[in-house]
């Protein structure tokens, strides 16, 4: 089954581009992928100590570098993207160059991302990374190709039931370059290089094979999940004028949750908004909020620079519901309810 998958994710995903291999989640691929490029560097290469991400992202892009004995760095994001900020990037880059030992992207919401413009700071600076796009299967670059598409750098996604591709739990490492991905699949295999003989760094990353049924079950369905998926969030961005939404760098998303900013400098504060939606029977969330530098547990081991674009976005965020089930007319209820919540 995972065989089968394997393939199938390339194929019609891929478009028969590249190389992938399933893992049971998306932190173990994350954590795998980090490993595997910092043992890859030499010499005192090895003794870098910095990951450097966004703040902006989910708890399991620090863990994996800190499972990796590595503190995260992090940079502040871009106010209309909520992407990683190129200069913030660039600075902490020029700042902490010797010290670096990866750079671990999140193509934030799934949202397209200029992954040439990672590839060039990686070649400038001799600095590998690792693409965290755990909510990227089903998104679209600025060429019309599934985000990561023919990436030399490995670029992980997640299956996790919150993901557009919702399965249970699952993940893949997708990279174009196959001694990547065979090494990765061994190191997710206990290490095992050569059969039952560990000669990497291992542990058990396998998605079971029903795990691998059910993603192959979903990958037949997923055409559809994707143009309904885009089809609520045009019917979001038109019904809620008052909510600043993602900006596009191209390409096309599919949603996992409708991610948008209540008002700047309005008394209807985002904790009111998500608790008047309650009232009105609508679970809103608020991803990244608390961001990774309000968390204690990164706090205390990270290396804190300013982060005022991740702070105003980070108490601004509400994340609206979607979901597969979800109908138009559920949208247009859900964004009277938000516009009651925001105006009344
Ligand atoms: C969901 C998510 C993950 C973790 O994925 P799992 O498959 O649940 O391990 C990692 N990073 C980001 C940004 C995510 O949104």
Redesign the pocket.
């Known amino acids: 089954m995972n065989c089968e998958l394997e393939q199938h994710l390339i194929d019609s995903l891929f478009q028969g581009v590249g190389h992938c291999v399933t893992v049971c989640?998306?932190?173990i691929g994350?954590m795998l992928a980090i490993r595997l490029v910092i043992d890859r560097k030499s010499g005192a290469g090895r003794a870098r100590k910095y990951a450097l991400m966004p703040a902006f992202?989910?708890a399991?892009?620090a863990h994996a570098a800190i499972w990796n004995n590595l503190i995260p760095l992090f940079c502040d994001i871009e106010p209309d993207t909520w992407q990683a900020s190129p200069s913030s990037l660039r600075d902490l880059i020029v700042q902490f160059s010797d010290e670096i030992a990866v750079i671990v992207p999140?193509a934030t919401f799934g949202q397209s991302l200029d992954l040439s413009a990672y590839q060039a700071l990686s070649s400038d600076y001799e600095l590998p990374v690792v693409v965290?796009a755990?909510?990227s299967l089903g998104c679209v670059d600025a060429c019309g190709r599934q985000f990561g598409s023919g990436s030399p750098d490995p670029v992980i996604y997640?299956m996790?039931v919150?993901?557009t591709f919702s399965t249970s739990?699952a993940?893949m490492v997708y990279c174009n370059d196959e001694q990547t991905v065979e090494q990765l699949r061994a190191m997710g295999n206990f290490g095992f290089g050569i059969p039952r003989c560990a000669t990497l760094p291992g542990l058990n990353a396998k998605l079971s094979e029903i795990g691998a049924l059910l993603a192959l079950e979903k990958l037949k369905a997923f055409g559809g999940v994707i143009k309904h998926r885009q089809q609520l969030e045009d019917v979001y961005r038109q019904h809620l004028p008052e909510l600043t939404f993602q900006a596009t760098a191209g390409g096309r998303n599919a949603y996992q949750f409708m991610p948008a900013l209540v008002p700047a400098n309005s008394d209807r504060q985002r904790d009111y908004v998500i608790a008047k939606l309650a009232e009105a029977g609508v679970m809103a969330g608020k991803y990244f909020s608390p961001h990774l530098a309000e968390q204690p547990y990164f706090r205390e081991r990270c290396k804190l620079v300013d982060l005022s674009v991740t702070e105003e976005v980070g108490s601004r965020i509400i994340s609206l519901p979607m979901y597969d089930s979800m109908t138009l007319a559920d949208v247009q209820a859900i964004s009277e309810a938000a516009r009651a919540a925001l105006t009344s």
Request: aromatic share 12%.
């Open positions: 989640n998306a932190t994350l992202t989910f399991a892009t999140y965290d755990a909510a997640s996790h919150t993901k739990e993940g």
